[in-house]
């Protein structure tokens, strides 16, 4: 119990400090707009990274309890996440539902989205397509979602998991600037959940291969 409220003390701190920056970088953002457009070009671009950062970090904070768990029907809830991002002009696709599993599961569904996302952005992202699936048992709930890329090797699972890292940044220049928190972030929300996010080696593309599994 110490050790969680110390965690909770210091992620308070660390979102308050994160909210209290967005202020004068709005007014940095402001002040570059009165300049020499080809100086402050960099400038502004640095500025935007920063409010990103700091937004992905409070988004972090928030926390991975929020919102009330929900009874929704799994696939169907995967299946709305997947056509937003397929209208989102991502490459995903939804496999059938598998396993004999029937009924409803108890879900934080904002939280469960955004968990969701991230293992899709990050599958198209380092990959040029995702699959997504759904498993549901007596038991179990298992959120599959699958890419063509070069994957994770196992030894650096552990590794891409934690806040703020990312691997091979020059595997990555060209992918666009993460801040490293997508895996964390989806990691705490499927133990929210009582459950895992679980890394392992795409059969079907090759790729990456994360599920998040939660009991029911
Ligand atoms: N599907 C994937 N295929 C290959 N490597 C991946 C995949 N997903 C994540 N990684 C590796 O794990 C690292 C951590 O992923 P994570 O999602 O936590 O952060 P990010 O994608 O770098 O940034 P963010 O998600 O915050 O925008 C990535 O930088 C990348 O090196
Ligand atoms: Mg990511």
């Known amino acids: 119990a110490r050790i969680e409220r110390q965690i909770e003390q210091r992620t308070l701190m660390l979102s308050g400090v994160s909210h209290d920056l967005r202020t004068p970088l709005t007014r940095m953002r402001l002040g570059l707009s009165m300049i020499n457009e080809e100086d402050a070009a960099p400038l502004l671009a640095d500025v935007d990274d ?72 990050n599958a198209v992202r380092y990959g040029s397509q995702a699959e997504v699936s759904v498993m549901l048992s007596d038991r179990t709930l298992r959120i599959r979602v699958e890419d063509d890329g070069p994957g994770i090797p196992e030894e650096r699972r552990d590794e891409a998991t934690r806040p703020f890292s990312r691997l091979d940044p020059a595997r990555n220049q060209d992918k666009g600037g993460g801040v490293g928190l997508g895996l964390a972030i989806a990691s705490d929300i499927a133990r929210a959940h009582g459950g895992v996010l679980r890394l392992g080696e795409s059969a079907r593309l090759g790729g990456l291969r994360a599920d998040i599994v939660i009991a029911r």
């Not at 696939?75 to 009924?103: K, M, N, S």
Request: proline fraction near 6%.
């Open 50 to 121: 920063m409010q990103r950062m700091l937004d992905e970090f409070l988004n972090f904070a928030k926390g991975a309890a929020e919102g009330e768990p929900e009874k929704v029907a799994p696939h169907g809830f995967v299946r709305a996440i997947v056509e937003d991002a397929q209208r989102g002009g991502r490459q995903v696709a939804l496999l059938p539902p598998e396993g004999t599993g029937e009924g409803m599961v108890k879900l934080r569904k904002v939280a469960m989205r955004r968990a969701v996302d991230n293992l899709i952005s």
